[in-house]
């Protein structure tokens, strides 16, 4: 039987600064270029794992890129709603929109019509938004390759590509892609990834926890 009150802090900042002080003690950032350890101190949050950073890896001048666009009024395009809900919207610079095309009627007969995935065949319905956009895959492989294969095509380059897709087909080989591609971005390398990893480099994006 429970009583009285559990002894835990239940003040939120002294919550995230507890969490910012034990996450920067049991994780090893000397490897992470300076520029992203605000990423990777999200990231150690949101699943628990300091060893993760070891797999993080992005362009030179992602974050800057991000945070720019963000602040230009960009929009963030999401491979599932997953994603699209994990983002603090107070938090976004100019409320910004925050978009994910994979539940629109077409979608279904555009994939089929493409032999591909619903997430990929969503993806040919962010043209007219991604031109200077930040981009958050945290689920499907097939969306990061058709997005690839779609700029290499013609369409408009976004600001940054943040690459988590997740898995054991493809995850790790279109983030590899992705790291090849010349694009700007920020990817966590192997089969590793997700939802609320994607959200997490959002957010960290637009500041909070390790700042």
């Not at 956009?133 to 976004?158: C, M």
């Not at 690459?163 to 279109?174: C, H, I, M, Y």
Request: hydrophobic residues 45%; negative net charge.
């Amino acid at each position: 039987m429970v009583t009285g009150r559990y002894d835990y802090i239940r003040d939120p900042a002294a919550i995230y600064r507890e969490s910012e002080r034990m996450i920067r003690d049991a994780t090893d950032l000397s490897a992470v270029p300076e520029d992203l350890r605000t990423v990777a101190v999200r990231l150690v949050h949101t699943v628990g794992r300091p060893e993760i950073v070891s797999n993080l890896i992005g362009s030179d001048g992602a974050v800057a890129a991000g945070r720019q666009a963000l602040t230009n009024g960009a929009p963030v395009l999401c491979d599932v709603e997953m994603v699209s809900k994990g983002i603090i919207r107070s938090r976004l610079p100019v409320a910004n929109d925050v978009l994910c095309t994979l539940t629109l009627g077409g979608v279904p007969a555009l994939a089929s019509r493409l032999g591909t995935t619903r997430s990929a065949a969503a993806v040919d319905l962010w043209q007219p938004w991604l031109d200077g956009a930040v981009v958050a895959i945290g689920n499907a492989p097939t969306a990061l390759f058709h997005l690839l294969e779609r700029i290499a095509e013609g369409f408009p380059k976004p600001a940054l590509i943040l690459g988590f897709p997740v898995g054991f087909v493809g995850a790790a080989e279109s983030k590899q892609a992705l790291a090849e591609s010349g694009l700007p971005f920020i990817a966590l390398t192997g089969r590793e990834g997700g939802s609320a990893l994607a959200a997490a480099a959002v957010n960290a994006l637009c500041g909070g926890l390790s700042e």
